[in-house]
C-alpha cells in the first residue's frame, strides 16, 4: 500500500506472526480507502490454519494485540457477540467462539478478571437484534467475532483481522450496522473464509456466491479455539496458559 495522506502504517512481528497496523485517521483518507475512520490490524501467521501447527503462537499474539485495544476499557462491563450462524459453517465462526468461552463458569466462581463482567451471545446476523441485546445487557465496551469476506485471496484462512471504527462490516450478510449509536467502544475481530466470486468473474448472476476452502470446519474450529484463548488470556489473566488451553479447547485437535 503507498502512503496516503492521513494514514498510519506500523509492522511488527511477535510470536513468529507478521502484525500489520493501519491507522486511518481522517475522513480523506478514508475515502480514498473505503473504510470508515479507525484503526485496522491484521494478523498474518503465514500458512493456513488447517495446516498450522503453533496454533498457541497465534492465540498469544492475538491475546497481546487485544491487550493493546482493551486495556483502557478494562474493569467495565464487556459483552461479546458471536454473530453468524452455527448451522452453516462458512458463517460459524462468531458462535464458535462463544461456545469455547465458558463464561459461566468464571461468573459462578466469581474469579478476578480485567473486566468487572462478561457477556456472550450469538444471535445471528441481525443487527438490529444484537442492538437491542446490547443495549439490554448495558455494556460499556463490545468485541463482535464473526467470518470475513476478503477480496485478496493470499488472506483466506492466513489472518486474524482486528479493527475498530463506527461501522462494522457483517461480512457474511453483506450489511454495515452503525455501532456508533450505542456511544460505547466497539472492536470487530475476525478470520477471512471466504472470497467473493465476482473477483475472479465479471458475470452478474454468481455475485452472491462465494469460493472458500475445502477444510472450512476444521478451519473454523481451530480459529474458535484460538480467539476464544486469546480473549480468555485477556479477560482472565491469572489462569496460566494451560488453564486457558483446556477451557478454550486448543488441546484438541481437529484436522
Known sequence: MSRIKGTE?????????????????????????NKPVGSYITIDFGESLNVYTKKMDIGECLAAVLQRIMKPYYHKKLCICGIGNRGLPIGALGPEVTYNLPTKLFARKNLDGNFCEVFTFETGTEWSTNIRIAKAIGADCILLVDSLITKNPSQLFHTIQVS????????????????????????????????????????????????????????????????????????????????????????????
Not at 512481528?13 to 478514508?30: D, F, K, N, P
Not at 450478510?173 to 475476525?190: F, K, M, T
Open 9 to 33: 502504517v506500523l509492522a511488527e512481528e511477535l510470536y513468529g506472526c507478521h502484525i500489520t497496523t493501519l491507522h486511518i485517521q481522517s475522513r480523506q483518507a478514508a475515502t480514498s480507502l
Open 164 to 255: 475498530m471504527s463506527d461501522k462494522t462490516d457483517f461480512s457474511l450478510s453483506g450489511r454495515v450496522g452503525d455501532w456508533s449509536v450505542l456511544g460505547i467502544p466497539v472492536i470487530a475481530l475476525g478470520m477471512p473464509v471466504a472470497i467473493s466470486s465476482p473477483i475472479f468473474s465479471s458475470e452478474r448472476d454468481i455475485d452472491s456466491e462465494l469460493i472458500t476452502g475445502n477444510e472450512m470446519q476444521a478451519v473454523i474450529a481451530s480459529a474458535g479455539q484460538i480467539i476464544a484463548y486469546a480473549i480468555l488470556r485477556i479477560c482472565w489473566p491469572l489462569q496460566s496458559q494451560t488453564e486457558c488451553v483446556v477451557l478454550s479447547g486448543l488441546n484438541r485437535n481437529f484436522r
